[in-house]
């Protein structure tokens, strides 16, 4: 789960991280109200989207106009600036074409930036611990910096049986070119990072930039926090910072009925029990010459509720041309599958071609309940077989 910047920097304060005053507004009222209480010479008005590159972004309505992050030196300014974004498209490398609409902003003091470093938290599943990732090259996306000068990446892993220690953060602090009091600066905000992380089950936490001020001192100007879903039942105060108007509607249905489903930009919806099998039926898809519309595990236990659901949700999708089942029936019996896409067919209308493969409990019961229906279903023996009736369906319905 991601929240906004400006959601993750009041969690990230509240461990005692240092981040500059800003308040959140929905409205140009608001955002002049906000302006006004900070009181500083100059202002920065940043759009709130779950996507980064937000400043070296356009709006859909002034492709060669300024992006969702601008400096404002008054009022007026602040004024045009809220009046320009908020009920606006914003299109960032990471959002893609269809952009993000913009309902909140943030309006943030400013700050004498001396330089910009980069800093992030995340779990490493190759060691299976904590990785700190950090480099001089802020303000940068991290993965440009990794293929230009991969040298510059600096990382420390935190044994999790140790926990954090000091003389990792300071080290560092020393390759990071940090001095003096800057570097018990740095600390602090790696102890309030570590913290943050492992008490709030986070999944990353991302400052891009960390920057040192004139002053010297070390300020998160800007702040990304992601969540482990698996955990949200005990952070109820986390799930309440859930955008629902950043998710993909498809993604937050399919999360109401317990179903694992993430959208992709194919034309071949795929339901399939089990997580390695669905991605090995997305790879096979791939190979066949076509893309998949979706990850979609409906689990092992599923009922036909679930997956009648789950149908739906595909069928939803106008760019699903074709829909492939994939399922093997160990704790799922195949009649209960091929009588929810009996079902779900009938009540959506099906009107693209459905290759399925059942294989496992009550298979042939399954079998039967499909050839029964009065559907067009093409049934296929294997994975191979499905991919490539589903593929060869798709291409003949485009012609």
């Known amino acids: 789960m991601n929240i906004h910047e400006y959601q993750a920097k009041a969690l990230l304060r509240s461990y005692g991280m240092p981040v500059p005053e800003g308040r959140a507004a929905t409205s140009a009222a608001q955002a002049l109200d906000a302006a006004r209480s900070l009181a500083a010479p100059v202002t920065v008005v940043k759009a709130q989207i779950h996507a980064g590159g937000r400043g070296a972004g356009h709006f859909a309505s002034n492709p060669e106009g300024r992006g969702g992050v601008r400096l404002a030196r008054s009022l007026d ?39 910009e470093l980069y ?9 299976g611990q904590i990785v700190i990732v950090a480099s001089p090259d802020g303000g940068m ?7 230009r000068t991969p040298e510059r990446i600096l990382k420390e892993y935190v044994d999790p049986a140790k926990g954090l220690c000091d003389y990792q953060s300071r080290d560092l602090a020393v390759r990071l070119g940090l001095t003096g009091r800057e570097i018990r600066a740095f600390q602090n905000i790696v102890r309030s990072a570590y913290n943050a992380f492992t008490d709030l089950d986070a999944a990353i936490v991302e400052i891009n930039p960390l920057v040192v001020t004139g002053a010297g001192d070390l300020l998160a100007l800007d702040a990304k926090m992601s969540f482990d879903e698996n ?10 910072l859930r955008d629902e108007h950043e998710e993909d509607p498809r993604e937050r249905e399919a999360a109401g009925y317990g179903l694992a489903y993430v959208g992709l ?51 939803g999708d106008p760019k699903v041309r074709g829909i492939l089942v994939n399922i093997f029936g160990g ?20 009107n693209v071609p459905l ?7 009550n298979v042939e019961r399954g079998k039967a309940l499909l050839a029964e229906s009065g559907l067009t279903i093409i049934p296929a023996d294997d994975l191979g077989d499905a991919a490539r009736k589903i593929v060869s369906a798709v291409r003949h319905a485009g012609a």
């Open 141 to 147: 996306e991290i993965e440009e910096v990794a293929a």
């Open 355 to 361: 290759v399925v493969r059942l294989a496992g409990t």
């Open 77 to 115: 300014e602040v004024s045009e600036a809220a009046g320009a974004m908020l009920g606006e498209i914003l299109v960032t490398k990471q959002t893609g074409p269809a952009g993000r609409m913009v309902r909140t902003l943030y309006i943030e003091s400013g700050c004498d930036i001396a330089r």
């Open 265 to 315: 930009d194919g034309n071949i919806g795929c339901m399939v029990n089990g997580a390695g099998l669905a991605m090995a039926t997305m790879d096979i898809i791939k190979m066949e010459g076509e893309e998949p519309a979706n990850f979609l595990d409906v689990g092992g236990g599923a009922s036909k509720e679930r997956v009648a659901a789950a149908f739906r949700i595909l069928i």
């Open 331 to 350: 704790i799922m019996r195949c009649d209960v599958i091929a009588e929810a896409i009996i079902a779900a067919s009938h009540e959506t209308g099906l």
């Open 119 to 127: 800093f992030s938290m995340l779990v490493d599943r190759v060691s």
């Open 231 to 240: 955990a949200l039942f005990r952070h109820p105060e986390l799930a309440k």
